[in-house]
Nanobody, 126 residues
Framework: QVQLVESGGGLVQAGGSLRLSCAAS????????MGWFRQAPGKEREFVAS????????FYENFVQGRFTISGDSAKNTVFLQMNSLKPEDTAVYYC???????????????????WGAGTQVTVSS
């Protein structure tokens, strides 16, 4: 099986920054894309950002507004999420995911992903 482990979460003040990391390990799989989702208390899980490894193409949800940057190393099955200018509404558990199936478009739906991490807590205080 494939395991994804997130790290880098924590407590920061509004306007601060965090850099989340995620590394996949275990059996070899076709890693076409990796992404980040988040879930705030009482909310549905929502897409944050993804990167499609074929061309390193990033894709972001609208609420990011240029504050977040996704990057990674496909050879290491590793993805990062640099989060700047954090807001209290960014508070959530952030989940890393990896996709083992090819899609012609962007990866932004939960059902496009095959492997999920357990999540890392991000708390932004005001």
């Amino acid at each position: 099986q494939v395991q994804l482990v997130e790290s880098g979460g924590g407590l920061v003040q509004a306007g601060g920054s965090l850099r989340l990391s995620c590394a996949a390990s275990g059996r070899t799989f076709s890693n076409y894309a990796m992404g980040w989702f988040r879930q705030a208390p009482g909310k549905e899980r929502e897409f944050v950002a993804s990167i499609k490894w074929s061309r390193g193409t990033p894709f972001y949800e609208n609420f990011v507004q240029g504050r977040f940057t996704i990057s990674g190393d496909s050879a290491k099955n590793t993805v990062f999420l640099q989060m700047n200018s954090l807001k209290p509404e960014d508070t959530a558990v952030y989940y890393c995911a990896a996709a083992a199936a090819w899609y012609t478009g962007s990866y932004y739906r939960e059902n496009q992903y095959d492997y999920w991490g357990a999540g890392t807590q991000v708390t932004v205080s005001s």
